[in-house]
T-cell receptor
Framework: LAKTTQPISMDSYEGQEVNITCSHN???????ITWYQQFPSQGPRFIIQ???TKVTNEVASLFIPADRKSSTLSLPRVSLSDTAVYYC????????????FGKGTTLSVSS | EAGVTQFPSHSVIEKGQTVTLRCDPI?????LYWYRRVMGKEIKFLLH????????ESGMPNNRFLAERTGGTYSTLKVQPAELEDSGVYFC?????????????FGSGTRLTVV
């Protein structure tokens, strides 16, 4: 499975937009890009998934350029409760293939 | 709908003892995954079931770990005998088709401490 690279940590203030970029240079043709959020003492929580271009849901937006070698998770107007670890994963390239987690990005939001 | 349920939430056992972790996936989800996070490390894949069959067990650390999913419903992960390095948080996740825009649903995990 493709390896991903993300910043280890990011800091932000309440109300700001946060963009977390993930690189995945070896992404396979049929891999999807999925982002998860994890709070302490909880399991990871699905945020958003995309294959190409832009995907938006009620929580976030995901921007994927044409070459798909990177992706950017955009969190609009973050709040203190968005402080968490964010994981970028690529795959599964077929239904049921296990996802592999990297180190993730620790986002700290301050008031 | 009910989420993924894991039991127990915490377990403290002595080295050499046996512990069994349980995971109840979302009803109807054929895919069930076990992951583990050791303190300070990344979340590591352990095992993947499709219904009752082991699709991929390449992440299982050694033969002290035994996972089962009888009947394709709930799953158990047994550690016997437990060692100190087995301490960590064990997560279970389930999905029907993880490309359907909903990804995996994870449980809250079982925190295992071996002393």
């Amino acid at each position: 499975l493709a390896k991903t690279t993300q910043p280890i940590s990011m800091d932000s203030y309440e109300g700001q937009e946060v963009n977390i970029t993930c690189s995945h240079n070896n992404i396979a043709t049929n891999d999807y890009i999925t982002w998860y959020q994890q709070f302490p003492s909880q399991g990871p929580r699905f945020i958003i998934q995309g294959y190409k271009t832009k995907v938006t849901n009620e929580v976030a937006s995901l921007f994927i350029p044409a070459d798909r070698k990177s992706s950017t998770l955009s969190l609009p107007r973050v709040s203190l409760s968005d402080t968490a670890v964010y994981y970028c994963l690529v795959g599964p390239n077929q239904a049921g293939t296990a996802l592999i987690f990297g180190k993730g990005t620790t986002l700290s939001v301050s008031s | 709908e009910a989420g993924v349920t894991q039991f127990p939430s915490h377990s403290v056992i002595e080295k050499g003892q046996t512990v069994t972790l349980r995971c109840d996936p979302i009803s109807g989800h054929d895919n069930l995954y076990w992951y583990r996070r050791v303190m300070g490390k990344e979340i590591k894949f352990l095992l993947h079931f499709v219904k009752e069959s082991k699709q991929d067990e390449s992440g299982m650390p050694n033969n002290r770990f035994l996972a089962e999913r009888t009947g394709g419903t709930y799953s158990t992960l047994k550690v016997q005998p437990a060692e100190l390095e087995d301490s960590g948080v064990y997560f279970c996740a389930s999905s029907q088709d993880p490309r359907d825009g909903y990804g995996y649903t994870f449980g809250s995990g079982t925190r295992l401490t071996v002393v």
